[in-house]
Nanobody, 123 residues
């Protein structure tokens, strides 16, 4: 059973940067990862995804050019670099992993989830 723990959330001013981390434990297997977010009163939405090798990524249109996903498999960690953040990026950010090493944009395709980390962007 894979456990995911996010870290790095916090308060940041608009235009600033933040890096989220997601570390996996509890078993070594090949998997793809994704980041999702949920703002108050809204449904959880896709942010970005990365395959096992780190070569293939995909992003939501709202974050393209601002957010970057990367991974260090030696550390069992996936990162979400958030640049030029906007107030509308405020949400709880969740890390997810799926048993298949290919990217996916739908939350239902993921098998494991972290507890979430709050990101608040002030204007």
């Amino acid at each position: 059973q894979v456990q995911l723990v996010e870290s790095g959330g916090g308060l940041v001013q608009a235009g600033g940067s933040l890096r989220l981390s997601c570390t996996a434990s509890g078993g070594r297997s090949v998997y793809a990862s994704g980041w999702f977010r949920q703002a108050p009163g809204k449904e959880r939405e896709f942010v970005g995804t990365i395959n096992w090798s780190g070569i293939t990524t995909d992003y939501a249109e709202s974050v393209k050019g601002r957010f970057t996903i990367s991974r260090d498999n030696a550390k069992d960690t996936v990162y979400l670099q958030m640049n030029n953040v906007k107030p509308e990026d405020t949400a709880v950010y969740y890390c997810a992993a799926r048993k298949i090493p290919l990217i996916a944009t739908m939350a239902s395709r993921y098998d494991y989830w972290g507890q979430g980390t709050q990101v608040t962007v002030s204007s």
